[in-house]
């Protein structure tokens, strides 16, 4: 028993969160990571890994239902923490302080791993494989599986309904669980409601919605550390509402990227549709983001459109591998309020 006691406060001292965001939880979302970062605290990238699950916003009937499947399949220790769209930081700092307490509280775990239930039946809810002919004529095993929407790297709230073939796509529907309007679009909002917003108040959000696009697809594409620069250059942005600008440590951010030479063989002709393939959108990115931070110190007046964000064809996914297939979602970060627009 003192070893458990001793492994389980050592567990909470550096839990491993995993973040799930429903439609309406960009903003909870983005304080979490944030508070994440700030404690040291490393991420888990699957289920596995993690001890702690952390919920933003509120999802619905569906997606409420898979988040309990993470939570039941969550192994001990565990803690969940619960956080509304509109959370505060200091509802947040209490919650994840109350979680860790919770993974240190040896009682508490021991009763949990008790009163747990061992379902069995399919693993996942998913039905066996079938089978199909495969693109070169052999006949394979086709199995239905869903991507999302409890995924690490994953936009909020998305479903790919996809038939694999081996690690191949065969088919693929794209469908949104839950809507809610745009955390990246509220300056543009305010200002078509009468509000006055300042250009360089919408720069700001613009710069930092690309560096949380930049932050996933980096991530997806296994560059963690160009990942957590481009986060920690988005909550500095989002944090500070003063004219002082990242642009030196944006330039050094960028000036990586760009030269990466195995991103861009990584992303070259991954995803091509009208807009270009991957690597074009990177760098689409990477330029929009300059331009918004070199506007943040505009006073004019915001009169300008709200932004564009991509849309996800199905289309684009199939005859992919299951990892092309997350560099594509992740290089186009569709955004569920477009798609429901």
């Known amino acids: 028993m003192v070893l458990t006691e001793w492994l389980l406060k050592r567990a909470a001292r550096h839990p491993r969160p995993f973040v799930v965001a429903s439609a309406d939880g960009t903003r909870s979302r983005l304080l979490c990571e944030a508070e994440i970062a700030r404690r040291r605290w490393r991420p888990a990238m699957s289920m596995g890994q993690a001890d702690l699950l952390v919920l933003c916003g509120a999802p619905d009937e569906e997606f409420e239902q898979a988040v309990?499947?993470?939570?039941?399949?969550?192994?001990?220790?565990?803690?969940?923490?619960?956080?509304?769209?509109?959370?505060?930081?200091?509802?947040?700092?209490?919650?994840?302080?109350?979680?860790?307490?919770?993974?240190?509280?040896?009682?508490?775990?021991?009763?949990?791993?008790?009163?747990?239930?061992?379902?069995?039946?399919?693993?996942?809810?998913?039905?066996?494989?079938?089978?199909?002919?495969?693109?070169?004529?052999?006949?394979?095993?086709?199995?239905?599986?869903?991507?999302?929407?409890?995924?690490?790297?994953?936009?909020?709230?998305?479903?790919?309904?996809?038939?694999?073939?081996?690690?191949?796509?065969?088919?693929?529907?794209?469908?949104?669980?839950?809507?809610?309007?745009?955390?990246?679009?509220?300056?543009?909002?305010?200002?078509?409601?009468?509000?006055?917003?300042?250009?360089?108040?919408?720069?700001?959000?613009?710069?930092?919605?690309?560096?949380?696009?930049?932050?996933?697809?980096?991530?997806?594409?296994?560059?963690?550390?160009?990942?957590?620069?481009?986060?920690?250059?988005?909550?500095?942005?989002?944090?500070?509402?003063?004219?002082?600008?990242?642009?030196?440590?944006?330039?050094?951010?960028?000036?990586?990227?760009?030269?990466?030479?195995?991103?861009?063989w990584m992303l070259r002709d991954v995803g091509t549709a009208a807009d270009g393939d991957a690597m074009s959108r990177v760098e689409r990115w990477l330029a929009t983001t300059r331009a918004a931070i070199g506007s943040i110190g505009d006073e004019r007046p915001l009169d300008e459109e709200r932004p564009t964000r991509n849309t996800l064809d199905p289309e684009l996914l199939v005859g992919a591998e299951l990892a092309t297939a997350r560099l594509i979602i992740a290089s186009l970060d569709p955004d569920p309020a477009v798609a429901h627009a």
Do not use: K
């Open 68 to 264: 309990r499947t993470a939570w039941d399949d969550l192994p001990s220790p565990r803690a969940r923490v619960d956080l509304a769209g509109d959370a505060s930081r200091e509802l947040l700092v209490r919650s994840l302080d109350r979680a860790g307490a919770r993974l240190a509280d040896g009682e508490a775990q021991w009763t949990d791993a008790a009163s747990r239930a061992h379902p069995v039946g399919d693993p996942g809810g998913l039905p066996m494989a079938g089978r199909g002919p495969d693109r070169d004529g052999l006949s394979l095993d086709r199995l239905h599986v869903p991507l999302g929407p409890i995924l690490p790297d994953w936009p909020c709230g998305l479903v790919v309904e996809t038939v694999l073939q081996g690690e191949v796509i065969q088919e693929a529907t794209v469908r949104w669980l839950g809507d809610a309007e745009s955390f990246w679009r509220e300056p543009w909002n305010r200002a078509a409601a009468g509000r006055p917003v300042t250009r360089g108040e919408a720069g700001r959000r613009r710069a930092a919605a690309r560096l949380d696009s930049l932050g996933r697809l980096l991530s997806v594409a296994g560059w963690p550390t160009a990942a957590g620069h481009a986060r920690t250059l988005r909550d500095r942005l989002l944090a500070d509402t003063s004219r002082d600008t990242p642009a030196a440590p944006y330039g050094r951010f960028e000036r990586r990227v760009r030269r990466s030479r195995t991103l861009r």
